[in-house]
Antibody, heavy 120, light 108 residues
Framework: QITLKESGPTLVKPTQTLTLTCTFSGFSLSTPGVGVGWIRQPPGKALESLALLYWDDDKSYSPSLKSRLTITKDASKKQVLLTMTNMDPVDTATYYC????????????WGQGTLVTVSS | SYVLTQPPSVSVAPGQTARIACGGNNIGKRSVHWYQQRPGQAPVVVVYDDSDRPSGIPERFSGSNSGNTATLTISRVEAGDEADYFCQVWDRSSDHPVFGTGTKVTVL
């Protein structure tokens, strides 16, 4: 059974850097084709893909947010981390991590999400 | 970047058929995936690669894709189908996934 769980601060101040952790189980990030992505959703709005980390350590970022994002992994801990700099109130959203299986370009399993509020 | 457009809302009576469109330039040449998101919950994939269903998803959910429009069809709609639905493709130019604007399905 594949599970993912997001963790990190629930409140950050404007201009601060956000670091979120995705802890997963039930799959290996060493398996060819596998990836873990971060997706966010502002309240009442659409999903927005932020970043994706592949089994071979290749990375893909949202073109509009690329300059602010860094995705990394700690394979030994089965974690994927997302860092977003210069946080703004418009970044208030639920942040999800999700598993991309090796055979498709979709997210087969998702974490429960974590709400991050940006406010002074 | 690639843009996917969905109608904001679709209303349907129980037992009837709901059709949700996802528009994009030559979307028929791409693989389209659909997610269901019930209130307060994480998204769940209900259709992938245009028309395939993950195990556990009812046959009432089906997909098609041609030209500039992909469609998710929900047959014999039930109250539990009330949710937001998002389409998703891979944007080759940015090598990154793109989600649609989302459609809220209301069961009357």
């Amino acid at each position: 059974q594949i599970t993912l769980k997001e963790s990190g601060p629930t409140l950050v101040k404007p201009t601060q850097t956000l670091t979120l952790t995705c802890t997963f189980s039930g799959f290996s990030l060493s398996t060819p084709g596998v990836g873990v992505g971060w997706i966010r959703q502002p309240p009442g709005k659409a999903l927005e893909s932020l970043a994706l980390l592949y089994w071979d350590d290749d990375k893909s970022y949202s073109p509009s947010l690329k300059s602010r994002l860094t995705i990394t992994k700690d394979a030994s801990k089965k974690q994927v981390l997302l860092t977003m700099t210069n946080m703004d109130p418009v970044d208030t959203a639920t942040y999800y991590c999700a598993h991309r299986g090796g055979s498709g370009s979709y997210y087969a399993s998702w974490g429960q999400g974590t709400l991050v509020t940006v406010s002074s | 970047s690639y843009v996917l457009t969905q109608p904001p809302s679709v209303s349907v009576a129980p037992g009837q058929t709901a059709r949700i469109a996802c528009g994009g330039n030559n979307i028929g040449k791409r693989s389209v995936h659909w997610y269901q998101q019930r209130p307060g919950q994480a998204p769940v994939v209900v259709v992938y690669d245009d028309s395939d269903r993950p195990s556990g998803i009812p046959e009432r959910f089906s997909g098609s894709n041609s030209g500039n429009t992909a469609t998710l069809t929900i047959s014999r709609v039930e109250a539990g189908d009330e949710a937001d639905y998002f389409c998703q493709v891979w944007d080759r130019s940015s090598d990154h996934p793109v989600f649609g604007t989302g459609t809220k399905v209301t069961v009357l």
